[in-house]
C-alpha cells in the first residue's frame, strides 16, 4: 500500500467502527475518498457513511454503494 496523507483519527476511528460494526474492519483501510482511491489505482474506497438504501458497504468508481450494486445485479438476473 502506498502511502496516503493521513485523514486524521477522527475520521479513521469513526471508519473503523463503522467498519468494524458492520463485521469488516479491514473496509476502514480502504481510501476514504474517491480522489484518493483513484490516486492509489484502486476499485473501491470507504467513507463510512451508509448509502440510500442503509447500507454500509464500499463505494465503487462511480460512487455506487456495492450491495446495492450486487442487488441490482440480482434483480437483473432474477427479471431474466
Ligand atoms: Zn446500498
Redesign the pocket.
Known amino acids: 500500500m502506498t502511502h496516503r496523507e493521513f485523514e486524521g483519527w477522527r475520521s479513521y476511528g469513526r471508519r473503523v467502527a463503522v467498519a468494524t460494526k458492520a463485521g469488516n474492519p479491514d473496509w476502514a483501510r480502504l481510501p476514504q475518498a474517491k480522489r484518493i482511491m483513484i490516486d492509489e489505482g484502486g476499485k473501491l474506497f470507504f467513507t463510512g457513511k451508509v448509502?440510500?438504501?442503509?447500507?454500509v458497504?464500499p463505494r465503487n468508481e462511480h460512487c455506487d454503494?456495492t450491495?446495492?450494486h450486487l442487488m441490482r445485479l440480482a434483480e437483473r438476473r432474477d427479471a431474466v
Request: proline share 0%.
Open positions: 448509502c440510500k438504501r442503509g447500507h458497504s454503494c450491495q446495492c
